[in-house]
């Protein structure tokens, strides 16, 4: 029996669940001798410049946004492709304001010693974070979420810093789940009163001071043109035992499957890359125009699954397959395993990103003590069910990855479910990346298509044609005879109406036949 389950990525205007507790800080050691900061960045002159000009026609008296690119620790320098506004809260506020002396002075305890003329920026720091988390899914390889960038006169953003920081913590902390290395964010103040702008590398550590929180040199220049595109198909199928027994008990599906991520990951790392048909073993950088396709090899690995099915207590298998098309930027002077291993991390990111809009559309939790009857139970969102042996075998299609034209030729994805159409997709550009020119959605291409995937393994399955060009979908199958029952007529039908079985058949009995006759005639 199949299931399919419907998925979409959450508006961040209109995002279910919304927490308005504060941020917990998570308090890190960090030796900030022993860490390297971004000493210069450069900046897209065509993108800022046009960002720069807006905010002076708008006169607004400040905007909070983030600041997209990529902090190369190869180079020791940070490149800026682009400034992406936060847009209006659910309630349609700007997420960021300035308070006035007198709103200072209400907030403060010591308001005696205050001058008059004090004003500072209030920043919605959880909206921030979550436009900062779902901006980040629709990013290549890279391409990050590397900071915020502040609108606002030099006075309030002084008066500002604790403000600010945990604006800076918020984002850190939503992106930090697809991108664990990160650990050095960007602010840019774009001052109007003087006109100018300031960079500051921030390490992300367990409080803002003067020695964490550093000036480099910015300028402007050309970015988004010397950038060099990498471009991968990785092909996979993951699978995972269902035990039902011992820790595994109250695990559910989304556990399971987080899981198999984690230890899937480790593994992709430590892959080896053919890029151009040429095995990446040195840092020289790439030369050479155009795109450029990479291949991933994987050494010939134990199967791990073979020998959890000796154990009693597994009742089925969760798999994973499909095929992801991955892209990857890299600067002129960075070296080719850079772009290799931003490769890596768009895959996992792609994976993680699909398995979070699951998790961000499924329910509350389904426990077996929850006081539901069975009924309400077979209702519930896949993702959030434990694993039981009554589970009945099912397939969840997972988003399919959807690339959007950008900027000078790159470009950005979103994630859409079999039941939206393009025009949903283009929204949600509009609305995220508050994009100048609207795409149109005939440019939009769609590499990954949905195919059929078998649920069981026989030599029927083997005699049928492989499809490598699909989306991903998750599949659990189940041991024991009633499944195996179940499918038996399933694939019957499937022999008796697929060409390729029958020409099996027929070579196979016609080959029986000779070998008679040969026979006979000695």
Wanted: net charge negative; proline share 5%; glycine share 4%.
């Amino acid at each position: 029996m199949t299931f399919s389950v419907s998925l979409t990525a959450v508006s961040v205007r209109n995002f279910s669940g919304r927490s308005r507790a504060t941020w917990k800080f998570v308090v890190s050691r960090i030796s900030l001798c022993s860490l390297s900061m971004v000493k210069a960045v450069v900046g897209e002159e065509t993108r800022l410049t046009s960002a720069e000009d807006r905010l002076s026609r708008s006169a607004i008296p400040s905007e909070v946004g983030l600041v997209i690119g990529k902090l190369s620790s190869a180079l020791d320098r940070g490149f800026v492709f682009d400034l992406i506004p936060t847009p209006n809260n659910d309630t349609g506020e700007p997420a960021c304001s300035v308070m006035d002396a007198k709103d200072n002075r209400k907030k403060s305890s010591s308001s005696k010693s205050q001058s008059s003329d004090t004003s500072s920026l209030s920043i919605d720091s959880d909206w921030v974070a979550e436009h900062a988390r779902q901006v980040s899914r629709m990013l290549l390889g890279g391409m990050k979420v590397v900071g915020i960038y502040v609108w606002a006169s030099d006075s309030s953003f002084k008066n500002s810093t604790m403000m600010l920081y945990q604006a800076i913590k918020g984002v850190s902390d939503a992106v930090r789940h697809l991108d664990p290395s990160l650990d050095e964010v960007l602010l840019i103040h774009i001052c109007y009163s003087p006109r100018r702008w300031n960079c500051r590398s921030c390490l992300l550590g367990s409080s803002i001071t003067s020695s964490n929180l550093r000036p480099c040199d910015f300028k402007l220049g050309r970015v988004l043109s010397s950038l060099k595109r990498f471009r991968c198909i990785y092909s996979f199928n993951l699978r995972s035992p269902i035990c039902f027994g011992g820790e595994s008990a109250a695990q559910t599906f989304t556990d399971i499957l987080r899981q198999q991520l984690a230890n899937h990951a480790k593994d992709l790392r430590r892959a080896n890359a053919l890029v151009d048909g040429d095995m990446v073993q040195n840092d020289e950088p790439c030369n050479t125009d155009g795109e450029h396709e990479v291949e991933l090899l994987f050494p010939f690995m134990k199967d791990t699954l073979v020998e959890a099915f000796s154990g009693k207590d597994i009742a089925g298998v969760l798999c994973v397959a499909g095929s992801i098309c991955s892209y990857a930027y890299l600067n002129a002077k960075e070296p080719i395993s850079q772009a290799v291993a931003d490769i890596k991390a768009d895959i996992i990111r792609s994976l993680q990103s699909r398995l979070d809009i699951i998790c961000d559309e499924a329910e509350e939790n389904l426990y077996p003590n929850n006081g539901l009857d069975k009924e309400e139970a077979a209702n519930a969102p896949i993702p959030k069910l434990i694993p039981s042996p009554s589970t009945k075998p099912f397939r969840l299609p997972l988003p399919r990855r959807v690339f959007v034209p950008w900027l000078s030729g790159t470009f950005l994805c979103d994630y859409l479910q079999p039941s939206e159409s393009l025009e949903v997709l283009k929204e949600r550009c509009i609305e995220l990346i508050s994009m100048e020119n609207t795409p149109e959605t005939s440019t939009f291409s769609e590499v990954e298509t949905e195919a059929h995937l078998l649920i069981s393994k026989s030599f029927w399955d083997a005699v049928s044609p492989a499809t490598s060009d699909v989306a991903p979908n998750f599949i659990v199958e189940r041991s024991g005879e009633g499944t195996r029952h179940e499918d038996d007529d399933q694939r019957t039908d499937k022999a008796s109406s697929n060409p390729a079985i029958v020409v099996a058949v027929l070579v196979l009995v016609l080959s029986v036949v000779l070998g008679l006759v040969f026979y006979g005639w000695e």
